[in-house]
């Protein structure tokens, strides 16, 4: 079973707020990623991270930020949420070597922008 | 071109036949591939792993492989209900990103 954590599952917020997405792992993963997936549609990387102090934006561009100063935690910011960013954000991680493309993700946060 | 191709579905296969579901890349590069299983509502979980050409077995889940031809596939035999979701072929690509396809909705007939 997967220890990775996500919170807030649901976030319901006003446009312009501040807000930030958290996702911890127990697994001593160094790798982790966040990916954006609307309602049946498909994955998009928006950030990953290799290790403390790396991070790296992924292939669909975002307005949030990450920051990795711990190995277990890798949240993701929006400064000033708007109703595009409206959407379910998926933490993964996963360890190294052949174990690298295995990701074990989190339960998701669901973020509504009014 | 998309990095990962496959075909969205519905696939719809009678209940104790076998699925077959397919991907294509496009990094020639690529050494790892993996097929995820996602429920809806949920998060995608990893079912197979594949790295080398040819078959990969595990359970009722077959993984196969073809470097030349850019070409992955899943095979579920004997279909269950619960085999029911979307399945993500997902490639480790030459800038070491985990890349996702689309997904194949599958859905199996009682």
């Known amino acids: 079973e997967a220890d990775i954590y996500q919170t807030p599952r649901y976030l319901v917020i006003g446009t312009g707020k501040k807000i930030t997405l958290e996702c911890s792992q127990t697994?001593?993963?160094?790798?982790m990623y966040w990916y954006q997936q609307d309602p049946g549609m498909e994955l998009h990387l928006i950030h990953y991270?290799?290790?403390?102090?790396?991070?790296e934006k992924g292939d669909l561009s975002s307005e949030s930020t990450v920051s990795r100063i711990r190995t277990e935690h890798f949240p993701l910011t929006l400064e000033s949420a708007r109703p595009s960013h409206t959407s379910q954000y998926l933490c993964a991680s996963s360890g190294q070597g052949a174990l690298a493309g295995e990701l074990f993700f989190g339960e998701g946060s669901r973020l509504t922008v009014l | 071109q998309k990095e990962v191709e496959q075909n969205s579905g519905p696939l719809s296969v009678p209940e104790g036949a076998i699925a077959s579901l397919n991907c294509t890349y496009s990094d020639r590069v690529s050494q790892s591939f993996f097929w995820y299983r996602q429920y809806s509502g949920k998060s995608p979980e990893l079912i197979m792993s594949?790295?080398?050409?040819g078959d990969k077995e595990d359970g009722r889940f077959t993984a196969q492989l073809n470097k030349a031809s850019q070409y992955v596939s899943l095979l579920i035999r004997d279909s269950q209900p619960s085999d029911s979701a979307t399945y993500l072929c997902a490639v480790k690509n030459r800038d070491d990103k985990i890349i996702f396809g689309k997904g194949t909705r599958l859905h199996i007939l009682p």
């Open positions: 991270s290799y290790g403390v102090n790396s991070t």
């Open positions: 697994m001593g993963h160094d790798k």
């Open positions: 594949i790295y080398s050409n």
